[in-house]
């Protein structure tokens, strides 16, 4: 499977946006989909996971309920609504899938990866 993420920006502090990953193939629901980001000089962390059906979904605790992971099978695409954006949210954000359930939240339990979105979020 490919993956096309987009959707990143700059965005004022408060803000918000909608991370959109676009994945090729067509048995998208078969695929486990994730979102992780990577600041400069941090390592990649894991933000969200959802169940190939949509039906369970997975967070980061520190997210403290500021983003949403969802996708619509029927587009192929996985999307993160981020909401209450800071500056710490900038990062190169991800999107990833693992065929089969969701494995895990490590970087690892995920086999394809997108191109990576720049979110910045000026103070």
């Known amino acids: 499977v490919q993956l096309q993420a987009s959707g990143g920006g700059l965005v004022q502090a408060g803000g918000s946006l909608r991370l959109s990953c676009a994945a090729s193939g067509r048995i998208f629901s078969s695929y486990a989909m994730g979102w992780f980001r990577q600041a400069p000089g941090k390592e990649r962390e894991f933000l969200a996971a959802?169940?190939?059906?949509?039906?369970?979904?997975y967070y980061a605790d520190f997210m403290k309920g500021r983003f949403t992971i969802s996708r619509d099978n029927a587009k192929n695409t996985v999307y993160l609504q981020m909401n209450s954006l800071t500056p710490e949210d900038t990062a190169v954000y991800y999107c990833?899938?693992?065929?089969?359930?969701?494995?895990?939240?490590?970087?690892?339990?995920?086999?394809?990866w997108g191109q990576g979105t720049q979110v910045t979020v000026s103070s």
């Open positions: 959802i169940s190939g059906s949509g039906s369970r979904r």
């Open positions: 990833a899938a693992h065929y089969g359930v969701v494995a895990g939240t490590s970087s690892g339990s995920f086999d394809y």
